[in-house]
């Protein structure tokens, strides 16, 4: 079996949005936050608090000389990052963390993330593919501003190697198109038809 992807090759084409040298480096803070989430972790602050908890276990990773960025710093620096960076980096490890997704079931569906709503710009919509055996979403799609989930879904599919898995989509995603790129992975699907 090939050695996994770690934290720090997977993320590395990912660019810190910061100009000054930083306090936390964005390897860690990528370490720390993704850890954490997978922990159960559902916001700056939850990571902050289990960043601390966790802090000797993750110096046995990581250095973290300056201890667990605040939450604000979380926030502020996840922010300013690039998000398609983000997104093809955040697959590239997911991918190779789970290849085979044969006989998996793969959810897809869109979702508005609360609170993103900002003065006159409308909130962001993603549309995930969540690995339902796996327990994990396996990658996410930011829909483009004046469009839905039917644009979007396409470019997920393309992102994951669908071979041999079972594919489910809610009435939104019912298309011939999207059928036909789930059928030519080597996929099957369910579409829900309302």
């Known amino acids: 079996m090939d050695e996994l992807l770690s934290i720090e090759e997977a993320f590395g084409d990912l660019k810190d949005p910061r100009s000054r040298t930083p306090e936390h480096g964005l390897t860690e803070m990528l ?3 993704l850890c954490a989430i997978l922990a159960g972790a559902d916001s700056w602050s939850a990571i902050e608090l289990w960043g601390q908890e966790k802090l000797q276990w ?6 973290l000389q300056n201890g667990i960025p605040s939450h604000d710093t979380f926030g502020r620096v996840f922010a300013a990052l690039n998000p398609k960076q983000f997104e093809a980096c955040f697959i590239r490890w997911m991918s190779q963390l789970c290849p085979a997704l044969a006989g998996q079931v793969v959810a897809i569906d869109g979702k508005t993330v609360r609170g993103s709503h ?13 690995g339902a055996g796996l327990g994990v979403v396996l990658g996410q799609v930011r829909t483009a501003e004046k469009s839905n989930e039917i644009t ?10 669908l071979k041999g898995a079972i594919v489910t989509i809610d009435a939104m995603g019912c298309q ?3 059928a036909r790129k789930i059928v030519e992975a080597g996929a099957d699907y369910v579409l829900s038809v309302s």
């Open 118 to 130: 900002q003065r006159g710009a409308r909130a962001i919509h993603l549309v995930s593919a969540y």
């Open 152 to 161: 979007a879904i396409p470019e997920l599919l393309d992102a994951l190697m």
């Open 58 to 63: 993750l110096r046995r990773h990581v250095q």
């Open 31 to 33: 370490v720390v936050a």
């Open 176 to 178: 011939q198109s999207i």
